[in-house]
C-alpha cells in the first residue's frame, strides 16, 4: 500500500494484553467516513466551511426555514446512501463478531456506514440521516430518500417531519447508556474525531477515570490526544484493521479462537 503510514506516539504507555481487556467500547466520528468519500464537518473545506450550522442544523433554523434544511438533509442522505463501508468500518464489524467480549460502537457519525460495514447495535449519538423525527410528538421512523416539508407524521399526522439528527443546541441520544459502557470498559478507542465537539470529546477522561486503557487512532493528533494512553496516527483504513488484527492475534494465541 503505497499511501501507508503510521506514527505511534505513546503516552503513558498502553497494557498490551489484549485478551485482559474484555469490554471493548469503540467512539468513531468522521474521519471514519471520509475515506468513504463522505464530507467531515470542522475540518477545511469540509461542511461547515460551506454552509453556516445555524444556517440548517438547529431548531431554530428548521423553524425559521424548514425546506432549506431539508434539502441539505437530502443531499446528505443521497450522499450517504451512495457511499460504501471501507476497511475500518468491516474491520470493526469483524472485531464485534469474533471478540468473544462487548464490543460497543458509539457514532458521532450520521451515515448508515457502520451497519453497512456488517456492525450491530450501533449507537448513534447523533442521529442518523436514515431516520425521520416528528417535532411534534417525537414518533421516529425510517426516512424516505427525499424528506419534504408537507411529509406527514405516519402516527399523529403533523406536518412537522425533521430528519432524525441531534442538532446544534439539542442533547445527543444514548448518554446515560454511553456513560454505562464507559464506567465499564476495559478499553475505550477513539477512531476518526477531532476531540473537539463535547460530549463525545470527554469520553476518553470518563474512561481513564473508571480505569480502562485509552487508544486514539487519528489521522493526525486531535485536541484530546494527551488524555490517552496512546496515540496511533496515519489512516483509518489502514490503523483500524492493523489494530484489529493485532487484537485477534492475541486472542488466537490464548486458544481462545482458531485463526480464520
Ligand atoms: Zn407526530
Same mark, same amino acid.
Given at each position: 500500500?503505497?499511501?501507508?503510514?503510521?506514527?505511534?506516539?505513546?503516552?503513558?504507555?498502553?497494557?498490551?494484553?489484549w485478551?485482559?481487556?474484555? #469490554?471493548i467500547?469503540?467512539?468513531?466520528?468522521?474521519g471514519?467516513?471520509?475515506?468513504?468519500?463522505?464530507?467531515t464537518?470542522?475540518?477545511a473545506? +469540509?461542511?461547515?466551511?460551506?454552509?453556516?450550522?445555524?444556517?440548517?442544523a438547529t431548531?431554530?433554523?428548521?423553524?425559521?426555514?424548514?425546506?432549506?434544511?431539508?434539502?441539505?438533509?437530502?443531499?446528505?442522505?443521497?450522499?450517504?446512501?451512495?457511499?460504501?463501508?471501507?476497511?475500518?468500518?468491516?474491520a470493526?464489524?469483524?472485531?464485534q463478531?469474533?471478540?468473544?467480549?462487548?464490543?460497543?460502537?458509539?457514532?458521532?457519525?450520521?451515515?448508515?456506514?457502520?451497519?453497512?460495514?456488517?456492525?450491530?447495535?450501533?449507537?448513534?449519538?447523533?442521529?442518523?440521516l436514515?431516520?425521520?423525527?416528528?417535532?411534534?410528538?417525537?414518533?421516529?421512523?425510517?426516512?424516505?430518500?427525499?424528506?419534504?416539508?408537507? /411529509?406527514?407524521?405516519?402516527?399523529?399526522?403533523?406536518?412537522?417531519?425533521?430528519?432524525?439528527?441531534?442538532?446544534?443546541?439539542?442533547?445527543?441520544?444514548?448518554? +446515560?447508556?454511553?456513560?454505562?459502557?464507559?464506567?465499564?470498559?476495559?478499553l475505550?478507542?477513539s477512531?476518526?474525531?477531532?476531540?473537539?465537539?463535547?460530549?463525545?470529546?470527554?469520553?476518553?477522561?470518563?474512561?481513564?477515570?473508571?480505569?480502562?486503557?485509552?487508544?486514539?487512532?487519528?489521522?493526525?493528533?486531535?485536541a484530546?490526544?494527551?488524555?490517552? /494512553?496512546?496515540?496511533?496516527?496515519? #489512516?483509518?483504513? /489502514?490503523?483500524?484493521?492493523l489494530?484489529?488484527?493485532?487484537?485477534?492475534?492475541?486472542?488466537?494465541?490464548? +486458544?481462545?479462537?482458531?485463526?480464520?
Amino acid at each position: 500500500m503505497a499511501s501507508f503510514a503510521v506514527s505511534v506516539i505513546v503516552i503513558e504507555g498502553l497494557r498490551k494484553d489484549w485478551v485482559l481487556m474484555k #469490554k471493548i467500547v469503540i467512539l468513531t466520528g468522521a474521519g471514519i467516513s471520509a475515506e468513504s468519500g463522505l464530507d467531515t464537518f470542522r475540518d477545511a473545506g +469540509g461542511v461547515w466551511a460551506q454552509v453556516r450550522p445555524e444556517d440548517v442544523a438547529t431548531p431554530e433554523a428548521f423553524a425559521r426555514n424548514p425546506g432549506i434544511v431539508h434539502d441539505f438533509y437530502n443531499a446528505r442522505r443521497i450522499q450517504a446512501a451512495r457511499a460504501a463501508p471501507n476497511p475500518a468500518h468491516r474491520a470493526l464489524a469483524q472485531l464485534q463478531a469474533v471478540w468473544p467480549y462487548p464490543v460497543v460502537i458509539v457514532t458521532q457519525n450520521v451515515d448508515g456506514l457502520h451497519e453497512a460495514g456488517g456492525a450491530r447495535d450501533v449507537l448513534h449519538m447523533h442521529g442518523i440521516l436514515a431516520g425521520a423525527l416528528c417535532a411534534t410528538c417525537n414518533h421516529r421512523w425510517p426516512a424516505p430518500s427525499t424528506m419534504a416539508v408537507t /411529509d406527514a407524521c405516519p402516527n399523529c399526522g403533523g406536518q412537522t417531519c425533521r430528519p432524525d439528527i441531534v442538532w446544534f443546541g439539542e442533547i445527543p441520544y444514548d448518554m +446515560g447508556l454511553i456513560f454505562g459502557h464507559l464506567a465499564t470498559a476495559d478499553l475505550f478507542v477513539s477512531i476518526g474525531t477531532s476531540g473537539q465537539v463535547y460530549p463525545a470529546a470527554a469520553f476518553v477522561q470518563e474512561a481513564s477515570a473508571a480505569g480502562a486503557n485509552t487508544l486514539e487512532l487519528n489521522l493526525e493528533e486531535s485536541a484530546v490526544s494527551h488524555e490517552f /494512553d496512546e496515540t496511533r496516527s496515519g #489512516k483509518a483504513s /489502514d490503523l483500524v484493521p492493523l489494530w484489529v488484527a493485532e487484537v485477534l492475534d492475541t486472542l488466537v494465541a490464548a +486458544g481462545s479462537v482458531q485463526p480464520a
